[in-house]
């Protein structure tokens, strides 16, 4: 096994992690009892965790490698994932769900290290075919999941078989992870500027988008479209095969169309794609929403991130957790926003909100297309 097989496990199960949530949350809701505006405040813990996490992981891999860093917010992701269908209380939801985050937080930012240094060192895009795997991920967490309660597995015995998995993945790819990272320089964090506070707004809307389907989508499927529990995991299914699809062939299409029309073409894709979900009550149009944003989102932040490796505004130490970090706010405002929003109105108007947001990342896109058109 080499660098790139065990960087593309890595985002297989970050994917398999987050896609595990995903189906579990309609289960954490019943258990704990809360109402929407309360689930979306507990979900700001994940985001809490991440958060505070991400910052201090530049500086970690620098220090320790990117090897060291990966397994141990691995394991702290398995120390948290099987209480998350099992506890009933809110207030241990939200410490398991702020362990949760603090887990996936290092482990999303650390393996963007090492996926850009692995890019870097090749002679050719991998960064879209990297993130791809995530989808994968996805794709397995969200229908192994689905597919084992549909056999009569528990949600706590399904979510106990994912851990296994994980371990073992995280077993066989621990050799061929990078021991190294980029050397210490500068501050271990600073707050984004020029190019790279363009990168992490457009990537702070697009993980907004993408959290509202991972922490929404099986529920709006579930209350608002009236399907059974068992199968609310479709909507992220559906969005993970599309995306998953996207970015498997996003390096040639990046190489092919440029990344500046990929950027706006995708926007404005995930937002019919949003603009579906507001329209539709029938499953097969509702899920071909889930799929058009997937296909928009697919190749937006990986070529984010590709330019975060290239840009000379931050050194890339300070500017990886940077863009991680602000990115990820999307991830702890947005469930959060769309929970108030459902409960003083619907879960649909929080939708519209968001496609709003996915037209202004389209926007900004044309504010660096200096640099998007350098790279076509």
Known sequence: MND????????????????????IVPFAKA???????LLGTLLLCLGVGAIVAMPVTGILTSRYGCRKVICAAVVIILLAMPFLPLVTSPLLLGLCL????VGVGITDCAMNVQAILVEKSSAKPLMSGFH??????????AGMMT??????????????????LVLFLLLISFKAMLPYANPTEGPA??????????????????????GTVLDWGALYLVESRNIPETLGGLGFATFA?????????????????????????GSVIAAIGFLMLITSYALLPVLAGYLLIG???????????????????????????????????????????????????????????????????????FSIRNLLKAHI
Request: glycine content about 10%.
């Open 295 to 365: 296909l928009g989102c697919a190749n937006i932040v990986p070529v984010m991130f590709t330019q975060t490796g290239k840009q000379k505004s931050m050194p890339q130490m300070v500017a990886v957790p940077a863009v991680t970090s602000v990115a990820y706010l999307g991830i702890l405002a947005g469930p959060a926003i769309i929970g108030y929003i459902a409960w003083h109105s619907s879960i649909a108007h929080g939708f519209i909100f968001v496609t709003l947001l996915v037209i202004v990342a389209a926007l900004l896109s």
């Open 4 to 23: 790139r097989v065990s960087t593309r496990i890595i985002f297989f199960v970050a994917g398999l992690a987050t896609a595990t949530w995903a189906v």
């Open 98 to 101: 702020l362990v949760f985050g």
């Open 31 to 37: 258990n704990t009892g809360v109402n929407d505006a």
């Open 189 to 210: 964090f600073a707050i984004p500027k020029g190019t790279v506070l363009i990168i992490s707004a457009i990537c702070f809307i697009v993980f907004m988008a993408e």
């Open 132 to 141: 791809g795997m995530f989808s994968v991920g996805g794709i397995a967490g």
């Open 147 to 164: 597919g084992l309660m549909s056999l009569d597995f528990g949600v706590i015995a399904a979510t106990l078989t994912m851990s296994a």
């Open 241 to 265: 095969v599309a995306m998953t699809f996207g970015r498997l062939t996003g390096d040639y299409i990046v190489t092919r169309f440029g990344a500046l029309r990929v950027v706006i073409l």
